[in-house]
Every structure is written in structure tokens, then in C-alpha cells.
């Protein structure tokens, strides 16, 4: 019922930016927190960002001061600007929210994934 379609990832050099942008589709009330895991080859998906609805946000110490999380609640969206990158930034990145449904009941929702390569 809902869909998470995420956008701009791509190959950088080290130290180069990319804008990652996730629209929320589907049959829902509100979008509740909204974030951003990310997964590198043979390792467990990891929290990148958090931002609650109100614009909160929280990040992983090792993407703290280089990239920003932010949303749009009318447009249904979150991006997440990434700048300095590195090789280690390496990873899918997922997006994820959870979801208010008509009913209230809550829902957690995973995006494909979009592929950033960070070269040396």
C-alpha cells in the first residue's frame, strides 16, 4: 500500500557530493519518522539518519557533520545531502519510514535501494 522509490545515487570521487531523495507513495495518513540505512557488501544494514516528523534528526558518528537529512511533509519526501564523501561511504542506500494508515495502526516501510560508490 505504500510505496518508497529513492533517487540519485551514483559514482563520486572522494571528497564529491550526491543528493539522495525518496518519495512516499501509496494509501496512507501521515508519515510518521522518516530515515536512511545504508548497506555495504557482506555487512548488516546500518542507521545513516533519522528525522521525526517534526524535523528532528539524529545520524551515525561516522556521517555526523557531513550529511544533512531533511523532508518535506507536503510532498511527502526526505533527501539526504551528502557531502566529503568517502570510499567507506560505499553502500546501498536504503530509504524507510513508518507510516500511519487510515486505521492509526502504524506500518514500516524499506525503499529498493540506490547504489553510492565513492572512488579514492
Known amino acids: 500500500q505504500v510505496q518508497l522509490v529513492e533517487s540519485g545515487g551514483g559514482l563520486v570521487q572522494a571528497g564529491g557530493s550526491l543528493n539522495l531523495s525518496c518519495a512516499a507513495s501509496?494509501?496512507?495518513?501521515?508519515?510518521?519518522?522518516m530515515g536512511w540505512y545504508r548497506q555495504a557488501p557482506g555487512k548488516q544494514r546500518e542507521l545513516v539518519a533519522i528525522?521525526?516528523?517534526?524535523?528532528?534528526?539524529n545520524y551515525a558518528d561516522s556521517v555526523k557533520g557531513r550529511f544533512t537529512a531533511s523532508r518535506d511533509n507536503a510532498k511527502n519526501t526526505v533527501s539526504l545531502q551528502m557531502n566529503s564523501l568517502k570510499p567507506e561511504d560505499t553502500a546501498i542506500y536504503y530509504c524507510?519510514?513508518?507510516?500511519?494508515?487510515?486505521?492509526?495502526?502504524?506500518?514500516?516501510?524499506w525503499g529498493q535501494g540506490t547504489q553510492v560508490t565513492v572512488s579514492s
Open positions: 524507510n519510514c513508518n507510516v500511519e494508515g487510515w486505521s492509526r495502526a502504524t506500518y514500516d516501510y
Open positions: 528525522i521525526t516528523r517534526g524535523g528532528s534528526t
Open positions: 501509496g494509501s496512507f495518513f501521515k508519515i510518521k519518522a
